[in-house]
């Protein structure tokens, strides 16, 4: 009898810990080119109940040292008014197996390359949200997501702003030993699908990685015999094919 009953909770149990959302924010790095300014990111729900998201939005101030402090963005004012990125809608109703855009607008100065953390997390809604649902509605879901222990997963995103006149200008230095890539420009430079692999087999290729060399900084690789490096070069809308020996 006691384990019928440890069953049938373990199933009920199962059952409510599936009835969660699911949240896909795709691309994790994305950019503001210099002649746009606006970007629209489409949030998927592939759970099994409605994902109620906020979105927040912190711009991070990078050091001489490669660290960074984050500072929450304020978003619009009552008046409409604002500077720095802002998402629009914050709020995001996406009903299950659905898909909701936010509109990440950007104000303010773009002289140099500014730097975002753009946050999807789901939540129980609540009446301070300002969700557009009724208090109903919201008591019922709250209820269903109480029925046992969901966690529901958030995601962080980085969005870059390019500036307004933004210039590319990679340095490259190829020696017996070392690559670097200087970036003397004023905008972000990326490595894409970096892959560092044995010439003539007999070994492994290590994980795939992507690699931002940020304005006035350095991108260095220490070449190690037997290997072969091989990545896109990104420069804004120009992408090149580059192989390392």
Do not use: W
């Not at 230095?173 to 003539?200: E, I, M, Q, W």
């Amino acid at each position: 009898m006691k384990t019928l009953i440890l069953a049938a909770v373990l199933s009920a149990f199962g059952a409510a810990a599936n009835a969660a959302p699911a949240l896909n924010v795709g691309t994790i790095y994305d950019y503001l080119d210099a002649k746009n300014s606006s970007y629209t990111k489409r949030i998927y729900n592939g759970g099994d109940s409605t994902a109620y998201v906020k979105v927040t939005v912190l711009e991070m101030h990078y050091k001489p040292d490669g660290s960074f402090t984050e500072v929450p963005v304020k978003g619009l004012d009552a008046a409409g008014k604002g500077t720095g990125l802002i998402a629009s809608p914050a709020r995001l109703i996406i009903p299950v197996k659905g898909m909701q855009p936010t509109r990440l607008l950007f104000r303010g100065d773009r002289s140099k390359e500014r730097y975002y953390r753009v946050r999807f997390v789901p939540v129980l809604p609540t009446k301070a949200d300002k969700f557009a649902v009724d208090e109903a509605g919201r008591e019922d879901y709250n209820a269903s997501m109480s029925a046992g222990i969901n966690v529901m997963a958030g995601y962080g995103t980085i969005f870059f702003v390019r500036p307004t006149n933004a210039v590319f200008d990679s340095q490259i230095n190829n020696s017996a030993n070392r690559y670097t890539l200087r970036n003397n420009g004023n905008s972000s430079v990326v490595l894409d699908n970096f892959k560092d692999c044995p010439v003539k087999g007999g070994g492994e290729c290590k994980p795939v990685a992507k690699h931002h060399v940020l304005p006035q900084k350095t991108f260095t690789l220490d070449k190690v015999a037997g290997r072969e490096y091989s990545f896109d070069l990104i420069e804004g809308t120009s992408k090149k094919s580059m192989v390392v020996e």
